[in-house]
């Protein structure tokens, strides 16, 4: 029975320790695995996020040739500009101005829409309703 004891025990020891050994090497190993995973899922997104950005890129590239192709478009985005350049009674009399110079119905519209938004912010309800019934009227057509 010693002899067993003697042989086994040592033996069964080295399969137990083994054992250990395998199951953190396994465990750090599947770490790693698990760290490079995420690492490569990671790199998809990003991959995925510039593709996403590029194709947003190229549709803002499409639409801005879109309008720029349209004259009324082109003069529509140009009266929604005019807050960046002008401001207060100067954008009232930029706006009137251009009122007066332009034939394009469309391009007519929005330079009202704009002259209701700055008579109100102005105060001037008055011209702002003149604009209003213009619109309603249809008075470019």
Request: hydrophobic content about 45%; charged content about 30%.
């Amino acid at each position: 029975m010693t002899t067993i004891r003697k042989r086994l025990l040592p033996a069964f020891l080295l399969v137990v320790c083994c054992g250990v050994v395998a199951a953190a090497v396994s465990r750090a190993s599947a770490n790693t695995k698990q760290d490079d995973w995420e690492g490569q899922m990671t790199e998809v997104k990003i991959m995925s996020m510039h593709l996403e950005m590029y194709s947003q890129l190229v549709g803002l590239i499409q639409d801005m040739h879109t309008v720029a192709d349209d004259a009324s478009a082109s003069g529509v985005m140009a009266v929604m500009s005019v807050d960046d350049h002008v401001q207060g009674q100067d954008r009232i009399k930029f706006l009137n101005d251009m009122l007066r110079d332009t034939d394009d119905p469309t391009v007519r519209r929005a330079i009202r829409i704009k002259l209701i938004e700055s008579y109100k912010d102005m105060g001037d309800n008055d011209e702002a309703l003149e604009q209003i019934e213009a619109l309603i009227t249809a008075e470019d057509e």
